[in-house]
């Protein structure tokens, strides 16, 4: 009788809901600007955040952290712009 | 519209816990639930729903605008959230679309048919909904 093993989950992690594993450039340790890589937004106009269970805590892209399989971030831009507008923000 | 397509996108965001329908039933819309924003720190909505167009000619034709609830309290404090475009009928409310544009000076990258949809839009959502004024 054979006996299975269970499978070695690949490491991954989701980033704006989004699945990226080992193919994509996850690592067990990334910083936050290969993260922020990871949906294409360069360093410079990237905000990282890692989802927790007590809220969303900032990511500097120069922080190194160590990925655990499912780990949820958020990415998002600092340059953000709408089309013409009668006021200015 | 290629629904296949559309719907491959949106399985996408699903696999990740992102709740994200295409409706049909009048102007074809996508409909994201629950889209974080940092309004909690302003005193506004944690999360709010989100409808954007479904262009004609799509893909081709590259994903612009967003919408909230009208009379989101969002709205005024977003980026383009003043000027307004239509409104449309979707899931039995009323929604305001405004001038947002991430793939024509949003701040996003131009439009490529080959990468882009309905689940990288979601990245431009998420970045709209952080950069409250």
């Known amino acids: ?89 | 519209m290629n629904r296949e397509r559309i719907e491959r996108e949106l399985t996408i965001l699903r696999d990740g816990g992102q709740l994200a329908e295409l409706v049909v039933n009048g102007e074809p819309v996508v409909l994201y639930r629950n889209v974080p924003t940092d309004g909690e720190r302003y005193g506004l909505p944690a999360v709010t729903d989100v409808v954007v167009p479904v262009p004609s000619g799509y893909a081709a034709a590259a994903i612009d605008l967003a919408g909230l609830p009208a009379g989101s309290p969002l709205l005024p404090r977003l980026k383009g959230g003043t000027n307004v475009q239509r409104v449309v009928s979707v899931d039995g409310r009323q929604w305001q679309l405004v001038s947002y544009h991430p793939h024509n000076g949003g701040g996003g990258p131009p439009w490529d048919q080959m990468k882009h949809g309905f689940h990288t839009y979601f990245d431009h959502l998420i970045a709209w909904l952080h950069r409250i004024c």
């Open chain 1, 1 to 89: 009788m054979t006996e299975s093993k269970p499978e070695k989950e690949h490491l991954h992690i989701f980033v704006n809901r989004r699945r990226f594993d080992e193919a994509d450039g996850v690592r067990p340790e990334m910083t936050g600007a290969q993260i922020a890589a990871l949906v294409e937004v360069p360093a410079d106009n990237a905000v990282v955040k890692l989802e927790t269970e007590h809220g969303l805590r900032d990511i500097p892209v120069t922080e190194t952290v160590h990925i655990k399989n499912g780990m949820h971030f958020l990415v998002t831009r600092k340059v953000v712009e709408g089309g013409y507008e009668s006021r200015t923000h």
